[in-house]
């Protein structure tokens, strides 16, 4: 198989992977625009699968070859332990198994190819090794171990290369492959794509990252937009091929819409693979690309955008002042209902200002709904296509509408319509929320107001993409290429930390589920009939209270419903926050960290009837946990190293859940980035300590419990708790922590798992297996003082509660050296007689044996799933990738996601 010119295309397969390299080669021949050769690596005997894919290939006319590699001669290559199948490092071999080739294109089996691999086989590689795309997030760990690597981003992706053969059989032999793994990246779980790296360092030819873009970038860039580039952007929007390399896989359960890009693509060519899988064996034929199962073939394919109407008269177009267009899906229609129920009837038509109001979707009409107020594209409905459907919206609306300005949100978005005329600013066609400060883009789902030129040169701009996150390409678009006078206003929210209310001038909040959209509702139609000043332990604010039951702060998004009883206590029920129960004193109310002082009204002037409300805001509080224990007695220590925008994104996270909780920060890493780690943390943390000069990395990590000891001696001691939590940085929370602890209970100690420290366990455990633990200073002191020759039990996971008596006997204790503190800290709590409990983090009752996710690795796409789901996994570890508050909230919206209950019976 060695036809001339055509592109030589190679996969490495097992049986494990076989349906996701049918999916891929469907792409890779739909996409052909003339001959392929493709070669498939395996180590098994060939079988039936094989057939599948020969089928496949006949089914396009184009050529396979299966070439056998002989397992042996990777023979020690692999750990014992490693999870790494062997059939990913046969690549290093193709030099030698097809000596007659000079170049090669090598794809990992979950891509999905968009674009024609001749573009990329033509690449000249010149005297460069290898031409691969840029690794946009490699673990920096990793790379430190490339001391000739002087620029980090130089790291590639090895799942999509051009591979120039003739260098690879010259510099990087087999054996010189074996000698880097075991002197330079032995310790990596990534062994081969680190032994490319090490090797091709200063040789490779960086492709565009259209070439390899990771389904993951879809994720980071919505909320990282530090790193967003324009090579990023136009990568996202016009991609080559897309690599499933993260925990994004379109073939697992997983909401299709939310974070899975090209999940409907995938399964269109995965459903088009199954069925030429199982058909009898066709003859060579013409190329796929004209054949009409081709999933792109004009006979498929949805309408055209716009058809030339020649001859035809022109549409009479509606002349309005604001156009609204509100973007959702076609199974959004619960969502629409929620906006129908509020928002939609305010402002239409004010002091001449005039405003219309449309949701569109993609393709495929819903029956049950009103047409009148929903516009149907021709364009696809998935979160992928965005860019797409809503260009497609802007041509709809300069062609059906004579507007001035047009205004696009989301169907998870409360906007004061009213309020749209406050949005205009002098010599401004471009306006959007403070993201557009930041990134040169706006917040797609808070909304972004545009003029209607600006609209009418975004839709003749040339090459606009079709496929990525709308706000960021349209935005950078808008601002960068047709130069608008723009201007970034707070009065949009991109989530719904704040909202519309009287007294204030926000116009839009995201993020809002159909719930929610009802409470901001009654709260922006009802006028306040008390205000209250409100000194909190950590904050001040204005209180809002309304006669139907609703009450929220003035400055911030937070919401609830209130209670007065019959002795006069105050109930709040906060939507987002722990319930608080504050008693009457005087015209004020008091709690433990609370205090209310009336400025104007008072709350017992209201009628007892409309103070109790239509709803018993008091209903199950008595099941609740008692959540307000866990954030007195409790502190939370912080634990970091690096990674710093992540840490100050955790660290947000765990205020919104928790805002009452007192945290404080313990530094670990590098003494010169200790500044800088201040910085980053410093606005979620009460208190800073730097650990930075503490032995070297491996002993803070090992002995985190020598690191609090030392913590508590010199600053923790002299604060008020019963209860320290020690929180790593690689742990994703997603819900109040007194949601996902047991009641700490003096003076026990808490770690998950508690696992009985046994024979078998002693050989499973990495850590112990080789009996190295019965020699450390540590187990030679409890066994000459304590009478404990081996501890009765040891954890495996973080995120380890100690008692403050556990800690004022640690003080006492010799600083010796040991084992991991998953094993010290057993041991220690059992020698000093301090009882141990199993945390057991509340909150799945699924599986009340795995409640924190203590693994290799957590995948996005496992995270995602745990939100959507009722009663799922809150608590996870370790992640690593960057998950935003954003994420979060977008992903539990599945969980409240019903249908919206009837206004008038909630209203109150």
Known sequence: MNTPDAPHVFFSVNTRFMPLLRVALVSLLTKAGGRISVHV???????????????????????????????????????RRQRTPLEMILRLAIPALKPGLRK???????????????????????????????????????????PQNKDPLDYFNSGVMLLNLDWMRRELPLERCFEIRREVVNWSHLQDQDVLNYAMQGRTLLLPLRWNVQAEFFVRIRGSPDVVTEELLEAVGNPAIVHFS???????????????????????????????????????GKPFSNHPENPDSPMTQDIPAHEEKNGQPSIMKEKVTFLVGVCSARSYANRRAAVRQTWLGIGHENEGVKTR?????????????????????????????????????????LEHFDFEWLFKCDDDTYLAVDRLPSLLEKDVDFIG???????????????????????????????????????????????????????????????????PRPG?????????????????????????????????????????????????????????????????????????????????????????????????????????????????????????????????????????????????????????????????????????EAEKARQATREFVLGFWDFSRFGDARRKWLRGDLMIREWYEKFGNALNFSFLISHEWDILTAAPLG??????????????????????????????????????????????????????????????????????????????????????????????????????????????????????GVELGDIQRELCTPGGMRIFHPVKSLVTLEDIQAWTEFETANPVPDASKTAG
């Open 41 to 79: 690596l395996h180590v098994e005997k060939r079988n039936d699968s094989h057939a599948s894919l020969m089928r496949i290939c006949e089914h396009f006319g184009q050529e396979i070859e299966f070439i056998p590699v002989e397992s042996r001669i990777f023979e020690g290559w692999l750990h």
């Open 504 to 672: 204030n001038d926000i116009v839009s909040s995201h993020w809002c589920t159909p719930q929610r959209l009802l409470r901001l509702h009654n709260g922006y139609q009802s006028p306040p009939d008390a205000i209250y000043e409100a000194t909190h332990s950590q904050w001040k604010d204005k209180v809002l209270f309304s006669k139907n039951g609703f009450f929220a702060r003035l400055s911030s998004g937070c919401t609830g419903r209130w209670f007065s009883d019959e002795n006069e206590r105050l109930v709040l029920r906060w939507h987002d926050w722990d319930a608080e129960i504050l008693k009457r004193e005087g015209l004020a109310y008091r709690g433990e960290n609370f205090e209310l002082r009336p400025e104007r009204g008072d709350i017992l002037s209201i009628p007892r009837a409309a103070r109790n409300g239509s709803e018993d805001v008091m209903h199950g509080m008595e099941n609740w946990p008692d959540l307000t224990s866990l954030n007195s007695r409790a502190i939370l220590l912080f634990r970091f190293h690096s990674h710093f925008p992540l840490c100050r994104e955790r660290l947000r996270i765990l205020r919104h859940f928790n805002p009452r909780l007192s945290i404080y920060a313990l530094y670990g890493g590098s003494p010169q």
């Open 739 to 856: 949601r996902i602890y047991p009641e700490f209970v003096s003076p026990k100690t808490y770690v998950s798992p508690l696992q009985r420290f046994s024979r078998e366990e002693e050989q499973l455990w990495f850590w112990t297996r080789n009996g190295k633990w019965r020699e450390t200073p540590f187990m030679k002191h409890l066994s000459a003082n304590h009478g404990m020759e081996r501890p009765r039990h040891v954890t495996r996971g973080p995120g380890m509660v100690f008692s403050r008596e556990f800690l004022e006997a640690q003080r006492i204790f010799p600083a010796l050296d040991g084992m991991h503190d998953e094993f010290v800290v057993p041991a220690l709590a059992e020698a000093l007689g301090i009882p141990l409990e199993d945390s057991g983090f509340f909150g799945n009752p699924r599986n009340a044996g795995l409640r924190l996710w203590n693994t290799c």
């Open 246 to 284: 993260s925990g994004l896989k379109p073939w697992k359960e997983s909401p299709k819409e939310h974070g899975i890009p090209f999940h409907a693509h995938y399964q269109k060519s995965e459903e088009l693979a199954r069925r030429l899988s199982a058909s009898p064996a066709l003859s060579i």
């Open 104 to 146: 090669a294109v090598y794809l990992d089996c979950d891509v999905l190819v968009l674009d024609d691999i001749q573009k990329l086989w033509r690449t000249p590689l010149g005297n460069h090794a290898a031409g691969a795309a840029r690794d946009m997030w490699a673990d920096s760990a990793r790379l430190r171990f490339f």
């Open 433 to 499: 929320d403070a993201m557009l400060a930041k990134r040169r883009a706006p917040s797609g789902g808070a909304g972004y107001l545009m003029s209607r030129e600006i609209v009418e040169k975004l839709t003749r701009f040339p090459n606009l993409p079709q496929t990525g996150p709308e706000d960021l390409l349209l935005g950078r678009i808008i601002v960068d290429k047709l130069k608008a006078r723009w201007h970034s206003t707070p009065k949009l929210c991109h989530d719904h930390s704040r909202a």
């Open 357 to 397: 109001i449309l949701f569109f979707h993609g393709k495929g009409a819903n029956p049950t709904e009103n047409p009148e107020d929903t516009v149907e594209l021709a364009a696809k409905d998935g979160y992928d296509f965005l860019p797409g459907k809503v260009l497609e919206f802007f041509r709809h609306a």
